[in-house]
């Protein structure tokens, strides 16, 4: 059987990894300054996590969500604490597009409606209704198409307040756009959507599966503008890649038996992840060492000739170049061994590696991309 060939590959073939470090079947070692879509968030193969998901293996991998999963419990208790939230409650899932799908059904149970706005240059995921609420019309089967949502142009106030009503069901918005070439919300926009979802009844969504889990320099990236959602979508770091995805919901919407469900979502293996990294992220101050080192990457980039704009938060990282960024990018990686992403903008690649990346790699990034601008 061949596989399924959905996807462009560069002719790299990855055998092991250590923090930011990637060896390839060859023995050439890489810069890892992506985490394969944002995903590495305490480095590759963590010692903690290692121990503890080989722990739970050893132990018990897998039972179904109709036992108690003590874990789950350990899991929603760190996570609380360590995002603030010790008063939401956790559905656990698998991905980032589950955890939106399972957000916005959520929100339609709670106040039976339908209409669910989104906004300009969004990605939310690649099923049902995240991808109808994703803007990109190439990654739209027909099936996909519904009425129900709405795209509106992101950071307009007054488009925002145009299309709000008492049918509104939900709002969905990411904390920082990530695939949509790093776009932050303002924080006036945030504040007015949750001002009018709390006024027509509508649940603000807060799709932070990219932005969250410390990458920002706080927890949620949406916690800089000081607005709480009802909902928040998690997935991408929340395992380091393990897949795992959740959603933290507000006391206000109750849950009921039978009205979420998922056979893997939650299980041992997806638990010792989650937690492991939630350890390592407190144990090592990763959420200050993202703020830290952002801010020292960001203004590095700043004074870069053929850099025309710098945006981001903590270690979630757009840089905008005067040209196109794919031959900057595959320059990088073929040149200079360090991987790096792009966006759907075209001159807009992501920095987004660990969130213990050590300076000097950083350093060595710098160095490299100066002499990659400057030919
Ligand atoms: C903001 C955001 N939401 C949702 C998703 C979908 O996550 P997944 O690929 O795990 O389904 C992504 C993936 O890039 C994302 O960036």
């Known amino acids: ?127 049902s209704l995240a991808v109808a609420a994703t803007d990109d019309a190439k990654i739209w089967a027909p099936v996909n198409l519904t009425d129900n949502i709405e795209i509106l142009p992101f950071n307009d106030e007054s488009a925002f307040e145009k299309a709000m009503g008492d049918d509104v069901c939900a709002v969905i918005i990411e904390g920082i756009q990530g695939v949509g070439g790093v776009q932050i919300p303002t924080t006036n926009f945030l504040k007015k959507i949750k001002s009018l979802c709390e006024k027509h009844g509508a649940v603000m969504i807060l799709d932070e599966v990219q932005s969250g889990y410390g990458r920002s320099g706080k927890f949620f990236a949406h916690q800089y503008a000081d607005v709480k959602p009802d909902i928040i979508s998690v997935a991408k770091g929340m395992g380091n890649g393990f897949p795992v995805g959740g959603i933290l919901i507000t006391p206000h919407l109750k849950p009921k038996h039978g009205m979420l469900g998922t056979t893997f979502g939650g299980a041992y293996l997806a638990c010792a992840a989650a937690i492991a990294v939630l350890d390592v992220i407190k144990d090592e101050n990763l959420i200050a060492n993202s703020e830290t080192m952002g801010n020292y990457i960001m203004n590095e980039l700043k004074s870069i000739k053929g850099v025309k704009e710098v945006r981001g938060l903590g270690l979630m990282i757009g840089v905008e170049l005067e040209e196109a960024c794919a031959p900057i990018r595959n320059q990088l990686l073929s040149e200079y061994k360090m991987f790096l992403g792009s966006s759907s903008d075209k001159n807009t690649l992501r920095v987004l590696p660990a969130l213990n990346i050590k300076k000097e790699d950083i350093d060595s990034f710098l160095i490299a991309f100066k002499s990659v601008l400057s030919k």
């Open 1 to 127: 059987m061949k596989l399924f060939d959905v996807y462009p590959l560069f002719d790299i073939e990855p055998v092991k990894a250590e923090g930011s470090t990637i060896w390839d079947k060859d023995g050439v070692k890489y810069l890892d300054l992506y985490g394969g879509h944002a995903v590495i968030s305490i480095g590759h193969t963590h010692p903690h996590y290692v121990k503890k998901i080989t722990e739970q293996l050893n132990a018990i991998a897998f039972y179904s969500n109709s036992v108690k999963i003590k874990m789950q419990e350990e899991l929603a208790d760190k996570l609380g604490k360590l995002s603030g939230y010790t008063d939401y409650q956790l559905f656990l899932c698998n991905s980032g597009a589950e955890a939106n799908e399972n957000a916005l059904k959520l929100a339609s149970f709670h106040n039976g409606r339908k209409k669910i706005i989104s906004f300009s240059k969004a990605f939310h995921g690649r099923t």
